[in-house]
């Protein structure tokens, strides 16, 4: 980008691109956000993944890596809808609860109280992400530092082969990394979410999404759709399936 700028006969343009940054929690791996590890006790697991979500400093990330190459970039607040969507981007983003429940991240006191509610101390959390990627390697260390001062002991798991290894959700409990959005298809992010999805790793499970994600296949009504997916979002920030960070400049 600096050396496009420093061309006299260049004229750089900015802007966002499809591809977004999230973090993923694995559900069933008998890790710190697995009910299993608490003898079933899903109230307390909810509270760790809660805890861990709330300190992923997501405007910290914005400001520092990513409005160096895009000076308007932005928070993503939404799972399913990329923010030139604007009419729905808005309706959903209004609905979900993100934006209220995590702001900008890194609130540390609200993750040490979660944990508190939840009797954890100290719970260890692998993070998979990729090696080789510079801008990933600087996102994880941020997460790192904003987490461990909760409580939380983060490992580093990433890998040059994370894509292939995102299955083996035994070797990790959250991962780092992009989701496309070449389509403008409104089910193109059902397979991230449903149960068995090819693309839910975490093996995260609800019926009432199901059942939207069901209806949303077949509902050709384009507020029908955007009031599926706002409910469907809604039940993702409830149950502290992950967290989105920005758009790939």
């Known amino acids: 980008l600096k050396q496009l700028q420093g061309m006299s006969n260049i004229n750089?343009?900015?802007?966002?691109?499809?591809?977004?940054?999230?973090?993923?929690?694995?559900?069933k791996n008998g890790g710190p956000f697995d009910p299993a590890k608490y003898g079933g006790d899903a109230a307390k697991a909810l509270k760790v993944r809660q805890a861990f979500l709330q300190t992923i400093p997501?405007?910290?990330?914005?400001?520092?890596?990513?409005?160096?190459?895009?000076?308007?970039?932005?928070?993503?607040?939404?799972?399913?809808?990329?923010?030139?969507?604007?009419?729905?981007?808005?309706?959903?983003?209004?609905?979900?609860?993100?934006?209220?429940?995590?702001?900008?991240?890194?609130?540390i006191d609200k993750a040490k109280a979660l944990l508190a509610e939840a009797g954890v101390t100290n719970p260890t959390v692998r993070v998979m992400?990729?090696?080789?990627?510079?801008?990933?390697?600087?996102?994880?260390?941020?997460?790192?530092?904003?987490?461990?001062?909760?409580?939380?002991?983060?490992?580093?798991?990433?890998?040059?082969?994370?894509?292939q290894l995102l299955k083996k959700t035994?070797?990790?409990?959250?991962?780092?990394?992009?989701?496309?959005?070449?389509?403008?298809?409104?089910?193109?992010?059902?397979?991230?979410?449903?149960?068995?999805?090819?693309?839910?790793?975490g093996k995260y499970s609800d019926p009432q999404v199901d059942k939207l994600l069901d209806e949303l296949k077949v509902t050709t009504d384009t507020a029908r759709q955007t009031?599926?997916?706002?409910?469907?979002?809604?039940?993702?920030?409830?149950?502290a399936f992950g967290i989105t960070i920005f758009q790939f400049p």
């Open 170 to 201: 035994e070797t990790y409990d959250a991962s780092l990394f992009g989701w496309q959005s070449p389509s403008t298809g409104v089910s193109e992010s059902i397979a991230n979410y449903q149960t068995g999805g090819q693309n839910n790793y």
């Open 58 to 107: 997501r405007q910290k990330i914005v400001d520092n890596i990513i409005k160096p190459l895009n000076p308007t970039a932005e928070l993503r607040n939404s799972f399913t809808r990329v923010p030139e969507d604007k009419a729905a981007y808005a309706a959903v983003t209004a609905a979900n609860g993100i934006e209220a429940t995590y702001g900008g991240g890194s609130n």
């Open 129 to 163: 992400y990729a090696q080789n990627n510079t801008r990933r390697q600087q996102e994880f260390q941020l997460m790192q530092e904003s987490a461990q001062a909760a409580g939380f002991t983060v490992q580093d798991v990433s890998s040059k082969d994370w894509g």
């Open 227 to 239: 009031e599926i997916l706002a409910s469907v979002e809604k039940q993702l920030a409830d149950d």
């Open 12 to 27: 750089v343009l900015t802007q966002n691109g499809g591809t977004y940054e999230h973090v993923d929690l694995v559900f």
